[in-house]
């Protein structure tokens, strides 16, 4: 039998989409394992093809969301996952985990904050895809739907211009169609220059199925899986980046 | 009162030592018993105090002030529910009669006969923190809703905040712990446009902060704890301004197989979470007594302060410790503390609790403040002493504090020591025998026939109910509140094409089976000012449609009731509670839809300067139900511009409770009736209807009447409706207002396909059901009319602008 790749999940305390975003992994083909960050160690990357760092709210964010976490990562396994990165490794952050990316450094300079409607928001919202070539994106039509759920999701970056550039180099991988919570360049996520680290606020494992859709008649429009929703495909890009790079 | 001046306590106490006193009780009268009953703040009576003095007599020796506060939380009506299990003298229209327990007679009877017919439905009730309901032949289900409304009247954020904890604990400690899965909230507050000279007291926090405060403790929990909040109802009245209800509640799933639970000796008492500190002291008891202006000040203490983070890993720990079988029995630390999660514990087996091994949080905590403190985030597991070292190995994962409490040892007795003294050594069995209240209750008719109402402009009276607080969206709550957390709600509060549609129940998916579990509330407070009895019968009917509606099995329901009542030593009131407990038996009796949980909440009345305030009698009817496929899940909203409508369900011509009638200033008019064999007959029929996939979407006909109804299925923005009444099945009075706006129960909209609106009125063959009209793609209008009189026809988006904002501009 084929060895399916190894995703590993990072929880931190307060995590809480690391049980959806595992079997979500599993369903496109990946084991996975979910590590309690107290268990973490450098070593626990090793055979490892994909990390993740699922939604929540570490550590409660209640300094700047994903910035305890990060400190918290650093303290337990320094660089270990750029070194992870440059070998090769892929990264996902989900929601609070692009937060953690973000605060890591490991994607382009920019800071998520309160989004400009000073409010929690919980709706969905439509995506322009503005990386065709992004491992993560492959299987995903030009525009598509996913659920956010966040307070702090409005992407700022030092000036304005830097978020142009972000949208122009395709670091901005992923945009909001309309006009969600402030952040600028309508920025929803981001890629790192490998194309390898991605972050993203919407929740692509909240939307494995049609049925996840809000409206009961909405399909994908790709034959023979009427039943799949957006999010598989981009678990599956994902997957098959993965293992046509292993 | 001056520092000098001697107190009862100092009169009758003895101090052995600086933690504890014994107090002197045996020579006191009744007067001075009472007196120190509201000294200590134990919210004891009279009768209480003396037959506390009595076992104390029995057993030849005097009280420590542990031991005293341990029965306080006891017997306290938030533990013990006195009232539901007091003897009432119950008069209505002069006819007399005795009711012994309204729990027993009216819940617990009546539900246990709808268990025994359906063996192996329900598979726990009333024992444990929630009660559970097969999902299928592995996992359970479960759902439990707790008030929180004395401390969210004094802070609205943490009262909400600790609301919502306490309920996931619940779920947390329900069997060897189930893991939540849902939430649901329910509000009632005064309206957030209430002008402050209407206001009759100055020390409230106005309804909008209220409701603001009050959403965003909900938020903060449940978003933090990742449970998608996927149901809830709103509700304004100018008696929720004093005291405003807040409701909470969670879902749970369960291992069919970590349902039982028991203590044996010799196993080890841990507690996992917070640290115990001063707050929340007395919040049993201080939830067992009025409010008034003087609550804001003294009772802040009783309030306490959320940590979801703490709970989170608690709850991680928690279901970690239960999938390895580490965990013989759990129980949440909610109203009094470890008093009663230890005993409830140690009931029946008995053990020691040494306080000196309690994690504290603040320094110079005496005995019973150790043993009452309602410190948040805190569960109690019982163990086996070898499972300890991995206990403390998930504990270290998961990084949760986890200590050893005692043990238990089979002696029956509940011992705690401190400083290396006994403090409190009590017999479980006795605590629970509290004095039986006697209460009496009247009720009289209210209402009365009242000429129907001449409709002037039908379209500006819909236009005003879809603009009224009871009827507006909630969308500005709902999408403060992760609702898709978890990744299963496939039914969710708002959909519909458009995404903003209101539905009628939610279903989320439940990992590892391919049934689902939906939810569903009730609540009608304004039925119950005239017709207390009608307001019960339609609470159940509305939460078991909404189920049925939305796709689940009309055989495989649970309900659960919450009740929120002001003085209970006022006879009306209590009168008013009689009647309604009567409607929900009555109900759940003939839906089979038995009682697996509930709550009551008193003294829900304020003091001002006029005298005092009480709410009108409130019931949630919140229930669960089991939904068989994915496919048979049912949406509330239109879905295509070429299908026919069609109504289940007669139509009477009653106007009472309706917000029609408030608006327009009825008083008194005659409030429907449900008629349950016919409803639940319709009920079955729909399933089958549903399961032959002859169903596009149904929409439960509720507050605001058909014409509401309508208004939201057409929300979707699929389809223009064409509606003829004329052909409704309905009483021969109902007028035009009554069809439009009344809220007859039992009534259901559905969509279907042309070509299939023929084998569904077959299926309701000799029940009332009829063509009601179609949607079409010609126009967005709602377009209803009587034979040849237009009655409405307004354009929908205007209609769904009133709607959508009705709220959102005062939040």
Known sequence: ?246 | MSETEETILDRIAEVPADHYRILKISDLGGDELFELSKFMKLSLSKEDMLAVQEIYKEWDREPTDVELEVIAQTWSEHCKHRIFGATIEHTVDGESETVKSLFKTYIYDVSHRIFDSKPGFVLSAFHDNAGFIKLDDKQAVCLKAETHNHPSAIEPYAGANTGLGGVIRDILGAGKGAKPIGSLDVFCFGAPDTSLEDMKATDVIHPLGMMRGVVRGVRDYGNRMGIPTISGALQFDDAYIYNPLVFCGTAGVIPIDDIDKEVKPDQVVISVGGRTGRDGLKGATFSSAALDSTSHEEDQQAVQIGNPIEEKKAADFVLAARDKGLIEFVTDCGAGGYSSACGEMLETCGGTIDLDSVSLKAEGLVSWEIFISESQERMVLAVKKESLPELQELADLYETEMTELGSSDGSGILKVTHHGETVCELDCSKLHDAPIRQLKAKWSKKTEAIEAPVLSNAAEDLKSLLSDFAIVSREPIIREYDHEVQGNTVLKPLAGASGDAPQDASVLRISGSEKLMSMSVAVLPEWGKTDPYAMGAACVDECVRQLVASGSDPDRIAILDNFCVGNPEDEEELGALVETVKAIAAGAEAYGAPFVSGKDSFYNYFETEDGPVSIPVTILISGMGIVDDEAHVTGASIRRDDSVLAIIGNTGAELGGSVFARQKELANAEVPQTNFEEAFACYRKYYEANKAGLILSAHDVSEGGLAVTLAEGAFSRKAGLEVDLSGIPMDAAAGKAAMLFGESPSRIVVEVAPENLEKLADLFEGLPFAALGRTTSEHANLNIVWGKETLINEPVDQLKSLWKNGLAQYY
């Not at chain 1, 650093?74 to 990264?91: A, P, S, V």
């Open chain 1, 1 to 246: 039998m084929e060895e399916r790749p190894c995703a590993v999940l990072l929880k931190f305390p307060g995590t809480n989409c690391d049980e959806e975003t595992a079997r979500a992994l599993e369903e496109v083909g990946f084991v996975t394992e979910v590590i309690p960050i107290s268990a973490l160690k450098a070593t626990s990357l090793v055979g490892v093809s994909l990390v993740v760092m699922p939604g929540g709210f570490s550590y409660g964010d209640y300094v700047q969301s994903g910035r305890f976490a990060k400190l918290v990562t650093e303290q337990k396994i320094g660089d270990t996952l750029t070194e992870f990165r440059d070998n090769g490794g892929y990264l996902l952050g989900i929601c609070n985990g692009f937060q953690i990316l973000t605060q890591l450094g490991l994607l382009p300079d920019g800071s998520l904050v309160e989004n400009a409607s000073g409010r929690y928001q919980c709706h969905w919202v439509k995506l322009d895809k503005q990386c065709a070539k992004s491992p993560f994106l492959t299987h995903l039509p030009d525009q598509f739907e996913f659920p956010i759920a966040h307070a702090e999701g409005r992407l700022v970056t030092g000036t304005p211009e830097e978020a142009k550039a972000y949208r122009e180099s395709g670091a901005a991988a992923l945009t909001y169609t309309d006009e969600v919570n402030g952040s600028f360049e309508q920025i929803a996520g981001l890629q790192d220059e490998s194309g390898r680290v991605f972050g993203l606020m919407p929740h692509p494992e909240r939307f494995m199925n049609s049925a996840d859709h809000y409206d009961p008649d909405w399909e994908s429009g790709v034959d023979g899986e009427a039943s799949r929703g957006s999010g598989y495909y981009l678990f599956r890009s994902l997957y098959e980046s993965v293992t046509s790079s292993n």
